[in-house]
């Protein structure tokens, strides 16, 4: 193919070269309006973007930035050299021409390579502007890089041009490295170049963009495109792009109800039906603080009191899913499945990774919030990193320079007292997930609903997280197994034996169900309820694509939690299991494990079936107790797989292997109202492990796990607590409707009666307690009647508009 720009000449060009446009020379931008701000506010926010974009405050020998910088610049350098500019592409890998151009999936792999061009030329950018890269302010990189825009307008990314594939390569991604990069090195470009490139982007990112708080603009998308219109307008000085910008933020302050953005329960949903605070949510975060930070004391900065939602929610959205220093995958959607890019050998793309993006943008948020909130903010972010012990926040080569100065920042000021997370219980009953922490463990289950979906796929990425909704239980010590789902998990763990879950062994397509999170059971009973310190959660299971279904309950207390499934049946003729536990030992571990106080094989592979079992234990992770005792299987394997799996079009092909043990109960090929029981004790010992096993009944004192009720009481902490399946009761506390119920009695004298209404259906629930009570201290607003004495009787009205959420009433005991 004839190329717009001979190889020599793409070298040799200068940093002022006039871009050949599609007509011919490329017009002049119109003059600013009478009015505009001038020339001077514009400068000024470039320059805030640019220290945005390239951090501040760092030593640049100093470590980690001395090895940051010069991998910057060897990758830039790379890039350079492999610029060939044909009509087709600037880079041979990256051929953006699409021999059928239409909107389906087929031509994404086509467009996302305009957005791929354009983060390498960004990358280039980068490290010519950024000091100690080796290749700082050279005037041969300025060159390529202002070749290599001219040359994608001119052949791609231009206003003649019709979009194809995937319009987040056009409308976000693209633009806005393209933007960043040309606000970089805005000096070596001349005004028609600047106007030419804002003409561009004013084609697929019109005003109309952001006119309607719906489909692809909306949470964090309507951030992405608000940065796109701020640049743009500071890039081409257009006082009404920037307005613009600013304005078309406030849709994202307030709580949502429904469908994308920020929930009063503390969830983040993007795409409907996908759980996301780790991944669309960091995203919001990060660009609302960028925002916020570059039009600061400007004529558009943001004031609208909305924003402190967005303050709220970080500690009520996003630390709970944070633990030393990673986020967790049950609320990152697809992005589990963005491992190590092929060529890619600085870190791994996991939860650290993620986490430590997010702890970034906490600092940079904290510099528009409150004092007190930005104190407690790099308190709890010192905190994190100084816990941070598998992979450290402060020196993680994958966060940009920027991201690597902020958390550095934090460390380095002695002012700073390093926090602890409090010791919590929480549902989130909008995204279906819950996370419960104690100072030496965390745990996080991820369950479905016809709210939520099974998991999401799409642009080829999460082609195996089939189960991942279906009663997936993580969780992580305190100072142990932080990398238990990192590094090489998602890529070699068997999917179809995920820990926690009750699944159908039948076998399911890549990307089964449809992609975007199409996939949803048709139930209504998922959640839980509890008073912050306890919880309670329940599932209502209905297999992908398979005919099981089933009841599952996890009861969260100090030191175990308690797992039990009722009513699990299935006609497929698959096998079916619930996995007590897939613990991820690495590449070379041989953690022993030992059943009933016998030492099991640590040979490869090995399996084995323990008949009456009452414990196990994993050395270095916790303990598993089977109360009535169950035949326990059992597996220690090494599996072999690669991110290209699961992640088709991204993921490197390389081989990982990485060593599992796996603990299951087996239901059949045709289970009829099968269950289980199980308590999981984290990081507990083998001996201690025993030991409850051997004092369950003292501990538990009754559990009930039918088809109508599943319940626990434990005297020891006060508490008992149920999942109604339907009206009947449990002990002393009965419910006329399905609903979770957590009491908890206190040593004051006093209980807490919490319920929820998981299916969202109930018109009036009664529940009553059968213990001496004096009063009713105090309720919710929908309590409309009740009852003490010698028993507590409690009426709720309508719960069906109360979003899942806990409903607590104090009550003063006889």
Known sequence: ??????????????????????????????????????????????????????????????????????????????????????????????????????????????????????????????????????????????????????????????????????????????????????????????????????????????????????????????????????????????????????????????????????????????????????????????????????????????????????????????????????????????????????????????????????????????????????RRWRGLVRGWIQRGSYRSPVTDLMLSVAKLSLLNSVLDDSAVTPLAQPDSSLVFPAMDRAVHRRSDWVASVSMASRRITYYENGNGENLRGWHTGSGMLYWWGGDFANDQYSDRFWPTVDPYRLPGTTTSSKRLADGEGGIWGAARPDVDFVGGTGDGTYAVLGQQLKGLSSSLEGLKSWFFTDDAIICLGSGISATDGAAVETVVENRHLGADGTNTLTVDGRRQPTTLPWSGTASRAGWAHIAGHGGYVFPGRVTLNALREERTGAWRDINSAAGSKAAIRSRYTTLWLDHGTAPVGEGYAYVLLPGASASSTARRSGTLDRWLTATTRTEDVHGVRIPALGVTAANFWAAGG?????????????????????AVICVSDPTRLQQEVTITWDRPVRSVVSGPGPLTGSSTGSRLELTFGDLSTRAGRTLRTVVRLR
């Open 1 to 374: 193919m004839t190329s717009s720009l001979s190889r020599r000449m793409f070298v040799q060009i200068s940093g002022a070269a006039t871009a050949v446009g599609l007509a011919g020379t490329i017009g002049t931008s119109a003059s600013a309006a009478e009015g505009s701000p001038p020339a001077a506010d514009f400068a000024a926010l470039r320059a805030t973007w640019r220290t945005l974009l390239l951090g501040k405050d760092f030593k640049p020998t100093a470590e980690p930035f001395g090895t940051k910088l010069a991998a910057l610049g060897a990758q830039a350098s790379a890039h350079a050299e492999r610029m060939a500019p044909t009509d087709d592409s600037l880079f041979p890998d990256a051929v953006w021409a699409d021999p059928d151009p239409d909107l389906d999936t087929e031509s994404y792999a086509f467009s996302s390579t305009i957005q791929t061009t354009f983060q390498r030329l960004y990358a280039m950018a980068e490290a010519w502007a950024q000091p100690g890269t080796g290749i700082t302010q050279d005037p041969a990189v300025a060159a390529k890089i202002v070749a290599g825009l001219d040359h994608v307008y001119a052949r791609i990314y231009n206003e003649g041009q019709a979009r194809y594939g995937n319009w987040y390569n056009w409308q976000i991604g693209g633009p806005q490295a393209l933007l960043d990069t040309a606000l970089l090195v805005r000096d070596e470009l001349s005004a028609d170049q600047v106007a030419a490139y804002c003409r561009a982007v004013d084609a697929f990112v019109p005003d109309s963009a952001v006119a309607s708080y719906t489909g692809t603009s909306t949470g964090a998308n309507r951030i992405d495109l608000c940065r796109v219109l701020a640049i743009r307008g500071i890039l081409g000085e257009d006082a009404d792009k920037v307005a613009l910008a600013a304005s078309a933020l406030a849709p994202v302050f307030p709580y949502v109800t429904g469908g994308d953005g920020l929930y009063a329960d503390g969830s983040v949903i993007q795409h409907t039906y996908v759980p996301y605070t780790g991944s669309y949510g960091a995203v919001l975060l990060d660009g609302l603080s960028k925002l916020l930070a570059l039009l600061s004391g400007s004529a558009w900065e943001i004031t609208d009191p909305g924003r402190q939602i967005i303050f709220d929610a970080v500690e009520a959205a996003y630390a709970p899913f944070v633990h030393n220093g990673l986020f967790m995958d049950g609320v990152s959607g697809r992005a589990i499945a963005r491992g190590l890019e092929p060529g890619n050998a600085s870190g791994q793309n996991d939860d650290q990774l993620r986490g430590h993006a997010v702890m970034a943008s906490v600092v940079a948020l904290g510099q528009a919030a409150s004092a007190e909130e930005n």
């Open 730 to 750: 449990f002990g002393r506390l009965a419910s006329s409707a399905p609903v979770s119920v957590l009491v908890r009695e206190r040593r004051d004298g006093t």
